[in-house]
């Protein structure tokens, strides 16, 4: 059983960063694929970045530039670092992960999420 918990939501100022942690415990051996994903208010759920299991990484076009994803396997922690938010990225942030080698920003995805963290940017 695969556990995800995030923390480092918040309300900031356009402009400012956020840095989201995601801890992992549970049954991950082997390879695994990490993700967070978002969902806005009346929006559909969608990818904002993924880290495979080797560190390659992908994020959408939205938040290239932008943002970071990163992990710690020391620490056994997910890491969303959020520079120059918008308020168009006020949401749920949700972490994710996945058996596998290579994982897409597609929400179906995942099959192991955790319960959100809300980030809201006004």
Known sequence: HVQLVESGGGSVQAGDSLRLSCALSGSIYGSYCFG???????????????IASGGTT????????????????????LYLQMNSLKPEDTAMYYCAARGGFWPTLRPV???HWGQGTQVTVS
Do not use: C
Request: a positive charge; zero cysteines.
């Open 109 to 111: 995805w995942p099959n």
């Open 36 to 50: 967070w994903f978002r969902q806005g208010p009346g929006q559909e759920r969608e990818g904002v970045a993924v």
């Open 58 to 77: 992908n994020y959408a076009d939205s938040v290239k530039g932008r943002f970071t994803i990163s992990k710690d396997n020391t620490k056994n922690t």
